[in-house]
């Protein structure tokens, strides 16, 4: 009887002693992570004595760089393309890219549409909205940009150049040119490309000659691609 007496008089004073009279404080919390989490305010300032991008610091600190897990995938999106970029000199990955195949198939009338669009927005200022590297920003050579864009239509080397070379370039950019990885999603840039290669076919075949054959690459290669 006593020991229970004993028992309930600590709890009743851990109770009270955890309560607070300043009513915005909840008093003494046990783990007050867990009960309270350290929000991160979007576009707010984050205070560096609880914030961190560093992971080294990421034990004491919150660790935050606003960027999504790696290897997710957003919703929708497809496969990332497994080939990183190239350090400056070495062009390994940049020719091993020739080996990776469209994964879109053939787009729909709609899709191609929306293709076109894209391309129109984003790559026709430079590559011309006839895809003959004569943009608005380039008008043969006497436009702001500097150098050259590709001519999808009037060269046998952008018309032979395979998808998956393509989605390299533009995914990491060449050059002169830009990565376009955070403006396009991967889906929207493979559409891009199809749109390249159809008009590149219609541009090919009046002359009723070459490229379209060496456009993808042979069925051998893109099995070993996917390993
Ligand atoms: C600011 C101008 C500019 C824009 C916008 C632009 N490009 Fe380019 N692009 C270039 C230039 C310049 C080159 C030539 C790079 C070189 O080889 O020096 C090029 C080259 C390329 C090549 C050939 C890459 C290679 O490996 O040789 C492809 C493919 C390409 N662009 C696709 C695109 C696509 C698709 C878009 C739109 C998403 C786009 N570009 C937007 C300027 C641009």
């Given at each position: 009887m006593k020991i229970q007496l004993i028992i309930s008089l600590i709890i009743a004073g851990l109770v009270i002693t955890g309560?607070?009279?300043?009513?915005?404080n909840p008093g003494r919390v046990y783990i007050p992570d867990m009960g309270y989490s350290r929000a991160y305010e979007t576009y707010a300032a984050r205070d560096s004595n609880i914030f961190t991008t560093d992971t080294n610091e990421a034990g004491r600190k919150i660790f935050y760089?606003?960027?999504?897990?790696?290897?997710t995938i957003a919703r929708g999106e497809i496969e990332p393309f497994f080939l990183a970029k190239d350090a400056p000199g070495d062009t390994t990955n940049y020719v091993a890219?020739?080996?990776?195949?469209?994964?879109?198939?053939n787009l729909d009338a709609a899709q191609m549409k929306e293709a076109e669009r894209l391309y129109l927005i984003n790559c026709g200022i430079c590559h011309g909205p006839k895809l003959d590297g004569n943009g608005p920003l380039y008008k043969d050579g006497t436009?702001?940009?500097?150098s050259a864009p590709a001519n999808f239509v009037g060269n046998d080397k952008y018309k032979t150049m395979p998808e998956g070379q393509m989605f390299y370039s533009v995914t990491f950019g060449k050059n002169l040119m830009g990565s376009y990885a955070s403006q396009l999603t991967r889906t929207q840039r493979w559409m891009v490309i199809s749109y390249i290669k159809s008009k590149q076919g219609a541009a090919a075949k009046p002359a009723a000659t070459d490229s379209s054959a060496s456009v993808k690459p042979a069925a051998a290669d893109s099995t070993s691609a996917k390993k």
């Open positions: 309560c607070s009279d300043v009513r915005r760089n606003n960027m999504p897990v790696a290897g890219s020739k080996q990776i195949t469209n994964p879109l198939g436009g702001p940009f500097p």
